[in-house]
């Protein structure tokens, strides 16, 4: 899939660090659940406040289109539990932000206990490939029930 000459000039990146948590993020975007991210100061600061970048896939289609709305730098341990819910990962906990999100920053080296992160929203202005769209749905299911089979439970059995 080829961009639109609308899109075309953005910023291109995927979430995560492999294809296929790049897909289930991106998935989590499309199905509007995904509202925020945060990323290791050490990194730098990947997006600017008004910024309008294209999501893509794992396998690097373009499927969506976002707009970031604030970027807040705090320590990892002030991340509160609305601003992990934000996130739309797992079962929305904290708990399971906290996990998912240490264990991201170790496997990229940036872990500290006392790490800074920058804690960006965003909202969604386009879907690029309704083909991904169709899946996002299933894509989130997925999502919840993993975590409830890893013992996170916020959200009950049945989400």
């Not at 080829?2 to 995927?14: N, Y």
């Not at 800074?116 to 202005?125: H, S």
Request: negative net charge; proline residues 4%; glycine residues 8%.
């Amino acid at each position: 899939m080829t961009l639109s000459q609308e899109w075309a000039d953005l910023k291109q990146f995927r979430f995560g660090d492999s294809p296929e948590l790049a897909d289930r993020l991106a998935s989590l975007v499309v199905a509007g659940v995904k509202k925020a991210t945060c990323s290791a100061v050490a990194n730098g600061f990947e997006a600017a406040l008004g910024e309008q970048q294209v999501v893509l896939s794992g396998e690097g289609r373009p499927v969506a289109v976002i707009e970031t709305l604030s970027l807040d730098v705090l320590p990892f341990e002030k991340v509160t539990p609305a601003q992990a819910a934000q996130e739309g990962e797992g079962d929305l906990s904290y708990p399971y932000w906290r996990d998912a999100h240490e264990a991201y920053f170790q496997r990229e080296g940036t872990y500290a206990p006392d790490m800074d992160v920058i804690f960006e929203t965003f909202r969604l202005v386009a879907i690029l490939d309704d083909d991904f769209a169709e899946g996002a749905e299933g894509e989130v299911k997925a999502e919840r029930a993993e975590a409830h089979a890893a013992g996170y439970t916020a959200l009950g059995a049945d989400t």
